[in-house]
């Protein structure tokens, strides 16, 4: 079966303008995340949707940072007016949603999008 | 301040031995742990895990040790194999608290040699 895909796979974009990345989750997962992770360092979690809204939008670094969900699958990290700083791997995630009745959360993840900010 | 850790940034291991990667946490609500393994301009790739009900997880030639007094974990990987060579993360949850967020350790880069 299909995995996590997300695209575009490289996003090089200047400072202060806007982008979007993509993903499309496994089919039947409910629970999807957003990851984004540095040079030398593990992910940093940004986002949690459960279904359609955001359950856990606590990593998130600041009002630049936005995603939707809008039919409970496919989800869209948006940022605007980036910085240089924003440079990482964006990587998406999606699992069943823990309902105690399952052993855990394993997530599975995307490939990611090299974002790269000038 | 870090909750999930991994001391060694890189880990050199023969072929066919046993390679053991540790993880250390602070965080004692974390109860639920995974190793992920990630090669390079991949995503990361779910290994195996343990509930911290439990002390031990075999999988193969995988193997999860936990030691919530020290809170501590391990993988262990025997026979180590080319193919391993890749960095290893380790991540940490609080299902109980209901955060599924995993928060992770900074890897550490399992070489293999032949």
């Known amino acids: 079966g299909a995995g996590v895909s997300q695209t575009p796979s490289n996003k090089v974009t200047e400072k202060g303008k806007y982008v979007e990345l993509r993903c499309d989750p496994i089919s039947g997962h409910t629970a999807l995340y957003w990851y984004r992770q540095s040079l030398g360092q593990g992910p940093e979690f940004l986002i949690y949707?459960?279904?359609?809204?955001?359950?856990?939008d606590s990593g998130l670094p600041n009002d630049r940072f936005f995603a939707v969900r809008p039919e409970g699958s496919v989800s869209t990290l948006k940022i605007q007016r980036t910085e240089r700083g924003d440079s990482a791997v964006y990587l998406c995630?999606?699992?069943?949603?823990?309902?105690?009745?399952?052993?855990?959360?394993?997530?599975?993840f995307g490939p990611g999008t090299r974002l790269t900010v000038l | 301040d870090q909750q999930v850790k991994q001391n060694s940034p890189s880990l050199s291991v023969q072929e066919g031995r046993i390679s053991i990667l540790n993880c250390d946490y602070t965080n004692s609500m974390f109860d639920y742990f995974l190793w992920y393994k990630k090669y390079p301009a991949e995503g990361p790739t779910f290994l195996i895990s343990i509930s911290s009900i439990k002390d031990k997880n075999e999988d193969g030639r995988f193997t999860v040790f936990l030691n919530k007094s020290a809170k501590h974990l391990s993988l262990h990987i025997v026979p180590s194999q080319p193919g391993d060579s890749a960095v290893y993360f380790c991540?940490?949850?609080?299902?109980?608290?209901?955060?599924?967020?995993?928060?992770w350790g900074a890897g550490t880069k399992l070489i293999i040699k032949p």
């Open positions: 991540a940490a949850s609080a299902l109980s608290l209901g955060n599924y967020q995993l928060i």
């Open positions: 949707f459960q279904g359609t809204g955001a359950a856990d």
């Open positions: 995630a999606s699992s069943f949603y823990y309902t105690g009745e399952i052993s855990g959360n394993e997530q599975f």
